[in-house]
């Protein structure tokens, strides 16, 4: 039986479109040298068509809303193998993730660059990730048996949703990744 009626998956089908047309146009001629009506264009579409899909404008053309990287980011805490502190389940989270792949297929490579060498789309990239940080203490906090307004819950949420911008444009990223990490987990060492 479907889960999904005529009308979402002629939603989901537009934005496809509409999504690989920006894509293959902003990889092709870079972000700032394409309009939104060029995108509409390219994949045979009004421009009002875009506007109604993508409301958010022409960052999130390339994005979805955000929603299933949280889900797996909770996930990623709540279903870790029993005895795997937190910060080692979301390290491994992140590694899977853009610029901390190791050896990713070409096409994943060049988005990856274009999201990190895109001042806007980085910046709606971080809007994205930390939209899931009320969702991220939660589960911090049922796991730790603390209260998701509890300041270093919420502070260690904010500062791995931060870590994707703050390692994505090193030279390394997976090394920057990991110290990232080694310093949540140990702290800052005293008279440093």
């Not at 579409?45 to 994005?63: C, N, Q, R, W, Y």
């Not at 989270?93 to 994943?108: K, N, Q």
């Not at 791995?160 to 990490?181: C, F, H, K, M, Q």
Request: proline share 6%; with cysteine.
């Amino acid at each position: 039986m479907e889960t999904t009626g005529r009308r979402e998956r002629k939603k989901a089908q537009t934005r496809r479109r509409l999504s690989e047309a920006a894509l293959e146009l902003f990889l092709t001629r870079g972000y700032d040298q394409v309009t939104v009506a060029e995108i509409a264009a390219a994949a045979d579409m009004a421009l009002g068509t875009v506007f109604k899909h993508f409301p958010d404008g022409k960052e999130s053309l390339i994005f979805d809303d955000g929603s299933r990287r949280v889900a797996a980011l909770v996930g990623a805490v709540r279903d870790r193998p029993a005895g795997q502190p937190i910060l080692r389940a979301l390290r491994d989270f992140l590694a899977g993730r853009g610029p901390f792949l190791l050896d990713p297929p070409a096409e994943h490579r060049r988005r990856t660059e274009l999201i990190v060498g895109t001042p806007a789309l980085r910046e709606y990239q971080v809007k994205l990730w930390t939209r899931g940080q009320a969702a991220l203490a939660e589960v911090i906090a049922a796991e730790c048996g603390r209260s998701a307004g509890d300041v270093t819950v919420r502070a260690l949420a904010r500062y791995v949703l931060e870590i994707p911008d703050l390692a994505g444009l090193d030279p390394d990223p997976r090394a920057s990744l990991d110290a990232i990490i080694a310093l949540l987990e140990r702290g800052w060492p005293e008279g440093a």
